[in-house]
């Protein structure tokens, strides 16, 4: 689990295709997906941790993409 399109791939795996329209509200979203299979217990401890360390990188480089547009990231 490394990329964001890792975690969708997990979250297609159980029915679930998030697409809000804006890359950060898709993030949260999926983070919030993510915590309901853990907690139902389908998600296992080890994958559900390394998924929400890479949607918290990844909305960390949306947050500073909308505040500089013009960086690099």
Same mark, same amino acid.
């Given at each position: 689990?490394?990329?964001?399109?890792?975690?969708?791939?997990?979250?297609?795996? #159980?029915?679930? #295709?998030?697409?809000?329209?804006?890359?950060?509200?898709?993030?949260?979203?999926?983070?919030?997906?993510?915590?309901?299979?853990?907690?139902?217990?389908?998600?296992?401890?080890?994958?559900?941790?390394?998924?929400?360390?890479?949607?918290?990188?990844?909305?960390?480089?949306?947050?500073?993409?909308?505040?500089?547009?013009?960086?690099?990231?």
């Amino acid at each position: 689990m490394k990329t964001l399109y890792d975690v969708q791939q997990l979250l297609k795996k #159980f029915g679930i #295709f998030v697409y809000v329209g804006k890359r950060l509200w898709d993030i949260e979203l999926m983070s919030i997906e993510l915590k309901h299979l853990h907690d139902a217990g389908v998600v296992e401890d080890q994958t559900y941790i390394k998924a929400v360390m890479v949607l918290r990188h990844e909305h960390h480089l949306e947050e500073v993409h909308e505040k500089e547009p013009n960086k690099l990231l």
